[in-house]
Every structure is written in C-alpha cells, then in structure tokens.
C-alpha cells in the first residue's frame, strides 16, 4: 500500500514526465524550489530556477522524449522534507536503446506545494 510520501513522490514524478515529454523549460522549472541544486547530464551545478530552465533549455530537441522511473523509494525526513530515490530511463531517438540513471530528489514543502530542491543523477554503471 502506497506511503503518503510515495503519493508525493507519484505526483511529481507525472508532473516531471508529461513536462519532459514536451522539453517544457518552463514547466519543469516551476516543479523545482526557488532554491533549488540541480545536477543533471553535464557535470555544470544549476542553481534556482532559472538554472533549471537553462539546463532544460540546452538540451537537444528529440523528437519525442519520455521517461519511465522505476524502483522508486521514498523517506520523509520531517513534516515538510521527503526523500525520492529511483533509476530514471529516458527514451530520446526511436529504437535508440535507453539512457538509465540513477536519480534522487529531494522534494520540500514550499509555499504550500511539493517543490524539489536538490536533483541529482549518477550513472548506473560503479566509476570506482
């Protein structure tokens, strides 16, 4: 039986895919916190919204983008912090095979509304 930290998590995962699959910037911009880090493919640190939308606003234009996540695991910190982590596989060019990542999120209570704060991906293949 789902978590309400899963449930929180849920939502913003389908906000972040349906925004991904359009590459909107500004959409997947205003799911992160004012205050938001942000590490996504390239090795740059985002910062705020701005960073976000630039980053997003860099990638290339495929066609038609979407994301799966999968093995998804939620904590809540306290009342106000949940903890996300999961493998993210994104589908870019047609047959082209997926590019999987691990992911994880921290997700704040902002202004009322679950924003993520700090996003973070690593390669599913161990560096060491």
Not at 6 to 29: E, N, Q, T, V
Not at 91 to 108: H, M, N, Q, R, Y
Request: aromatic share 12%; glycine share 6%.
């Amino acid at each position: 039986m789902p978590s309400e930290t899963d449930d929180i998590a849920s939502d913003i995962i389908a906000k972040w895919s349906l925004c991904f699959g359009k590459l909107d910037a500004d959409a997947l911009a205003a799911l992160y916190s004012k205050s938001a880090f942000f590490f996504g493919s390239n090795p740059t640190l985002y910062r705020g919204r701005d960073g976000v939308k630039a980053y997003f606003d860099g990638l290339p234009r495929w066609a038609a983008p979407r994301v799966q996540f999968s093995e998804v695991r939620t904590e809540r910190v306290n009342p106000d912090l949940v903890n996300m982590a999961a493998i993210a596989s994104f589908f870019l060019e047609g047959d082209a095979p997926s590019l999987a990542v691990k992911i994880t999120w921290v997700i704040a209570r902002e202004d009322g509304d679950w924003k993520i704060a700090c996003h973070h991906v690593s390669s599913l293949a161990p560096l060491i």
